[in-house]
């Protein structure tokens, strides 16, 4: 009796993005790359592409080089999905303002917010402050103003802002219509899992 074998081909793990990711991260070159394992450029460059399928050990070699673990390149992505209907809505302080976390609970890394803003919206009269690196908000319809200690900055439909959270501002919302914003939030200032 035959023994019947699954076919490998069409299921080859695409490998060459995350070697050139970890390759420029390192501000290193092909060039540098190739001296370092005797490996040549083309033939690196065609790795990076998917082109062609290294070895097992010119593969170990290439992590060796780029500091990066070989489990790394077959590992599946951190990918998760938040539905808007399943975000849960959180209280950030603004008045008439359904804010929903739309990252997921627990990323530490970035945190994003959708905001609808009724036409009288606004994050209160005082300045406060955000303990983030960086804060960015997106109107995707509306317009708002931004008040800083020293000035105001007009943002409309389709315009972003990007600013330091720890710099005092406060929003309100401007022109009599209800607006939608983004906000991205870099590093989390909270998980959202409490």
Not at 1 to 15: L, Q, V
Not at 36 to 52: A, C, I, M, P, W
Not at 101 to 116: K, T
Request: proline share 6%.
């Amino acid at each position: 009796m035959r023994a019947i074998h699954p076919n490998a081909e069409g299921t080859t793990t695409p490998i060459g993005a995350k070697l050139r990711s970890a390759r420029t991260a390192q501000g290193m070159s092909l060039a540098q790359v190739a001296q370092t394992t005797n490996l040549s450029k083309g033939f690196l460059s065609r790795v990076e592409r998917d082109e062609t399928s290294p070895s097992v050990a010119t593969l170990v070699q290439l992590c060796q080089v780029l500091s990066l673990p070989v489990g790394a390149l077959f590992a599946e992505p951190d990918v998760h999905h938040v539905a808007y209907a399943d975000a849960p809505r959180i209280n950030l302080g603004g008045v008439h303002a359904d804010d929903r976390l739309m990252s997921p609970r627990g990323e530490e890394r970035v945190q994003l917010l959708r905001s609808e803003l009724e036409s009288d919206a606004h994050g209160g009269s005082d300045l406060y402050t955000i303990n983030c690196d960086v804060e960015a908000l997106h109107v995707v319809s509306g317009s708002l103003t931004v008040r800083f200690a020293g000035r105001t900055v007009a943002v409309h439909a389709g315009d972003a802002l990007t600013f330091p959270g720890r710099e005092p501002h406060t929003w309100q919302v401007e022109g009599g219509e209800p607006a939608v914003v983004l906000w991205v939030i870099v590093p989390a200032p909270w998980s959202g899992s409490a």
